[in-house]
């Protein structure tokens, strides 16, 4: 299971850091992904992270959010900076793609 937390209402231009704990002995193992749907508006594949910490990052979110990871704590992180009123979202974290696992996302609202 994967279980996210961290988010909330954030002015523009603010910052969030969101977490995803997962509850298996195997995370180390296991590439992780951020998604999120704002909106009205389609999934979204934000960012991605292998076994190995490399990292790739949707065009909207690049030089903006930083995904990491902590395999001691089972743990990924998306700290998420100069945030914009298009970011807000539900954000989930993902293993295996979109026929993976999936937690129960988190709101990120960012006003205006």
């Known amino acids: 299971q994967l279980q996210a937390s961290g988010g909330g209402l954030v002015q523009a231009g603010g910052s969030l850091r969101l977490s995803c704990l997962a509850s298996?002995?195997?995370?180390?193992?296991?590439?992780m992904n951020w998604y999120r749907q704002g909106p009205g508006k389609e999934r979204e594949w934000v960012a991605r992270?292998?076994?190995?910490?490399?990292?790739t990052y949707g065009d909207s979110v690049k030089g903006r959010f930083t995904i990491t990871r902590d395999n001691a704590k089972k743990t990924v992180f998306l700290q998420m900076n100069s945030l914009k009123p298009e970011d807000t979202a539900v954000y989930y974290c993902?293993?295996?793609?979109?026929?993976?696992?999936w937690g129960q996302g988190t709101q990120v609202t960012v006003s205006s």
């Open positions: 992270i292998s076994t190995f910490g490399n990292t």
């Open positions: 298996t002995i195997t995370f180390r193992f296991l590439v």
């Open positions: 993902n293993s295996g793609g979109t026929s993976g696992i």
